[in-house]
């Protein structure tokens, strides 16, 4: 299994209407989709946080090629989407990581 860990840094001004936009149209959209499962959505300690909030949202996939299907059909189009809502008050980067069993 693959998580799909997205780190936001949201500006103070823009962080809760971002939240609310993650709960009410990027998740339910991806969802939708169905090629990725379980999201997850947490705030990143920080020891100053007076210029913003981070923010991990993660989700399961069950493979890379899952993902990337995922990407081309629906990842994209949100993230353009996000980037016109928020412009560079909200900015994130993206990492895979493989699940290993104990």
Not at 3 to 30: C, G, M
Request: charged content about 25%.
């Amino acid at each position: 299994m693959i998580v799909f860990n997205t780190t936001y840094h949201a500006d103070n001004a823009r962080k809760e209407e971002f939240i609310q936009w993650l709960k009410s149209t990027y998740i339910p959209t991806v969802l939708e989709h169905g090629a990725l499962q379980e999201p997850r959505l947490t705030r990143i300690f920080a020891e100053d946080e007076s210029e913003g909030t981070s923010l991990s949202l993660q989700f399961n996939a069950p493979d890379t090629d899952t993902l990337e299907s995922w990407h081309r059909e629906c990842g994209e189009a949100l993230f353009e989407e996000m980037r016109k809502k928020f412009n560079n008050q909200v900015l994130g980067f993206s990492t895979l990581l493989e699940v290993i069993d104990l």
